[in-house]
């Protein structure tokens, strides 16, 4: 197993050297870097040459970027508007392509395989004005992705509108075949369970969120640490082949979980998975 840390767990605070130097010393070997304009200014050159600068000096390399959820600093809005790839409103829609491309430029510095993004925005019920506007979104996002060696990947969310099925029937629909899937655990735990989600993608799957909850909220606790049957999940992934597995864990409190604790959550996953 290859240990991949997405940077949602510094999410609250800008990412410094020092968050690297911590993934590096717990084992990791790649990074998800979480795309908030506070937390990692992609539109920034300065804030993109740093972080290709500390990826190299500790030996990470950049796994995938987690698209933004908010606008900060597009031309139309001041910052901190939620967007939406599926929005209905043409102008809406248009600022959350916009934002997205200036994301995915970090590749043009930085190589990267994938960029992770959701359908929408909140828990949203399936709409086929939604999936429409999804769709001319990522008519474009995908070639612009593609341009610059990255592949989107779309997650499933606890909504209807990003719900394994829908993800799966929504690239048939659209033939935008390029598109692949990031399979939420945690997600999957909250609405259909693990094993029938991960079947629902298993064919499209090309990266992971692994984390815990209790089954209500979306918690972003360590592995083994809600209610998730991680021995029956485990088995299933592992049936699947070489997944990367993205520890996508968020600060529960202040300084925690520690650094022990992840490196002793990713050695139980690896004693989990005989690897």
């Known amino acids: 197993m290859e240990r991949i840390l997405s940077t949602y767990r510094f999410v609250n605070q800008k990412l410094a050297a020092s968050d690297l130097a911590t993934a590096k010393q717990a084992g990791f070997k790649a990074v998800e870097v979480y795309c908030r304009a506070h937390h990692f200014n992609y539109r920034n050159q300065q804030a993109v040459r740093e972080l290709g600068s500390a990826l190299g000096e500790y030996g990470l390399s950049l796994h995938a970027l987690h698209s933004p959820a908010e606008s900060e600093g597009s031309a139309r809005n001041d910052g901190g508007v939620p967007i939406s790839i599926s929005d209905t409103e043409r102008i809406r829609r248009l600022d959350a392509v916009d934002e997205i491309k200036r994301a995915l ?4 510095t930085i190589p990267c395989k994938f960029l992770v993004q959701h359908l929408g925005y909140g828990r949203q019920s399936a709409d086929q004005r939604k999936y ?3 769709f001319t979104s990522l008519e474009h996002l995908v070639v612009f992705a593609k341009a610059r060696g990255v592949t989107i990947a779309l997650e499933n969310t606890p909504d209807e509108l990003g719900a394994p099925s829908s993800l799966q029937h929504f690239i ?6 390029e598109l ?5 655990i945690g997600h999957a735990h909250m609405e259909d369970g693990v094993e029938s989600s991960f079947d629902a993608m298993r064919d499209r ?9 209790h089954g209500e909220k979306d918690e972003h606790l360590l592995p083994y640490a809600g209610t998730i049957d991680w021995k029956a999940a485990l088995a299933g992934i ?3 082949g070489a997944i990367p597995l993205v520890l996508e864990i968020k600060e529960q409190a202040a300084g925690t979980p520690s650094l022990d604790e992840i490196r002793a959550a990713c050695d139980k996953l690896e004693s989990a998975l005989g690897k």
């Open 105 to 108: 430029e970090t590749a043009e």
């Open 132 to 134: 429409d506007a999804a």
């Open 172 to 177: 048939a629909e659209t033939h935008l075949h």
């Open 180 to 184: 692949k899937l990031c399979f939420d």
């Open 205 to 213: 799957i090309v990266t992971t969120h692994i984390h815990d909850n």
């Open 238 to 240: 592992a049936g699947a």
